[in-house]
């Protein structure tokens, strides 16, 4: 069993940055791809960052790219989420998700049945 704690969010104006962070238990932490998503009010759940097990692939949505960093410390079962030059239409809850047979390139495309899912942080950019 992992449980997810998201942290990190709030609010920042138009061209701030915050840096999320999602704090995993459990000692398997280094078999889980993690993921990022966030839901926008009155919108679906997308597909934000993943990082592999090793930190050593990423993928980003397109909306995020050169903007967000995703990475992941084993060490201390963490997993960061960069954000930088924040947009009005990056506010949404920010969810992170854990894993064991997702590669990045699928958990970009699909997220029904994700192993772990944190109960999100809210980021808020205003213009």
């Known amino acids: 069993q992992v449980q997810l704690v998201e942290s990190g969010g709030g609010l920042v104006q138009a061209g701030g940055s915050l840096r999320l962070s999602c704090a995993a238990s459990?000692?398997?932490?280094?078999?889980?791809?993690m993921g990022w998503f966030r839901q926008a009010p009155g919108k679906e759940r997308e597909f934000v960052a993943a990082i592999s097990w090793s930190g050593g692939s990423t993928v980003y949505a397109d909306s995020v790219k050169g903007r967000f960093t995703i990475s992941r410390d084993n060490a201390k079962n963490t997993v960061y989420l960069q954000m930088n030059s924040l947009k009005p239409e990056d506010t949404a809850v920010y969810y992170c998700?854990?894993?064991?047979?997702?590669?990045?390139?699928?958990?970009?495309?699909?997220?029904?049945?994700?192993?772990?899912w944190g109960k999100g942080t809210l980021v808020t950019v205003s213009s």
């Open positions: 459990g000692r398997t932490f280094t078999r889980y791809t």
């Open positions: 998700a854990a894993d064991g047979s997702k590669t990045i390139a699928t958990m970009s495309r699909t997220w029904d049945g994700m192993d772990y």
